[in-house]
């Protein structure tokens, strides 16, 4: 199953170890952090966001989250995050993906937080990935639990 991680650059380590585990089960995960151009997201570096957003490594860039975010089989939000991660979640919510979000302290979501199917502990969204890819390719959970020992 393909999953998109959405999230801020200031999440960046919680995409990084989600990343890890999720590909653990064996899902595909397409992660902003690993795509990004080297000095997009760090702060304290001289980066002109304007000029990049307009040059072609910024129009790939929003062609791959958009994408991923639309086209994938989930999206997994973590929070709290800005505007460009809702953004995704919303395209992704409005093109039918499934949005599975880590709710953390700080989530500015308001009403459109109902977009999203909400957990506080980072195991259970692991197991709630699991079921959704049983439901994806009709697989008994037990015949994949039985394959990540």
């Given amino acids: 199953m393909q999953i998109y991680i959405a999230s801020s650059w200031k999440n960046q380590h919680a995409v990084e170890m989600l990343t890890k585990l999720i590909r653990a089960k064996g899902h595909r995960v397409l992660s902003f952090v690993e795509r990004a151009v080297s000095d997009e997201g760090r ?9 990049w957003i307009n040059s072609p490594d910024g129009e790939e860039k929003f062609t791959y ?14 929070s709290p995050s800005g505007t460009d991660a809702w953004a995704e979640v919303g395209a992704a919510w409005a093109s039918g993906v499934p949005v599975l979000g880590l ?8 009403l459109m937080r109902k977009m999203v199917i909400w957990f506080y502990d980072y195991r259970k969204l692991l197991v709630a990935i699991d079921e959704k890819a049983c439901e994806h390719f009709a697989t008994p959970l037990e015949e994949i639990r039985a394959q990540f020992p």
Avoid at 43 to 51: I, N
Avoid at 65 to 78: F, N, P, R
Wanted: without cysteine; glycine residues 12%.
């Fill in 65 to 78: 989250d958009t994408d991923g975010a639309t086209k994938s089989d989930m999206v997994v939000y973590i």
């Fill in 43 to 51: 702060s304290g570096l001289k980066f002109d966001f304007e000029q």
């Fill in 103 to 110: 709710y953390a302290k700080g989530e500015p979501s308001g």
